[in-house]
């Protein structure tokens, strides 16, 4: 059960963060299931190795989203999304 979670959420920060960054269009739901995965785990990192704290839920919301976003920047930058 938590799997399938975790796979809705993401898809949704993935999702969230592709509109943010204007790649909607070039993305699919497989592309924003591990984007939204990694990416949220990756913003949760580093807010704390920031210090940042995450403890409301539209707090974690937003960091995942940001993390799943600058995953997308990252990519971008490397050539993977154009």
Not at 64 to 74: E, H, T
């Amino acid at each position: 059960m938590h799997w399938i979670v975790t796979l809705i959420v993401g898809a949704v920060v993935g999702w969230l963060a592709s509109i943010l960054m204007k790649t909607n269009a070039q993305m699919g739901a497989i592309a924003n299931i591990v984007v939204g995965i990694i990416g949220s785990s990756l913003g949760f990192w580093l807010a704390g190795v920031l210090g940042l704290s995450t403890g409301g839920p539209i707090v974690g919301w937003v960091v995942a989203v940001l993390g799943a976003a600058l995953l997308i920047f990252i990519l971008k930058a490397v050539g993977i999304f154009t």
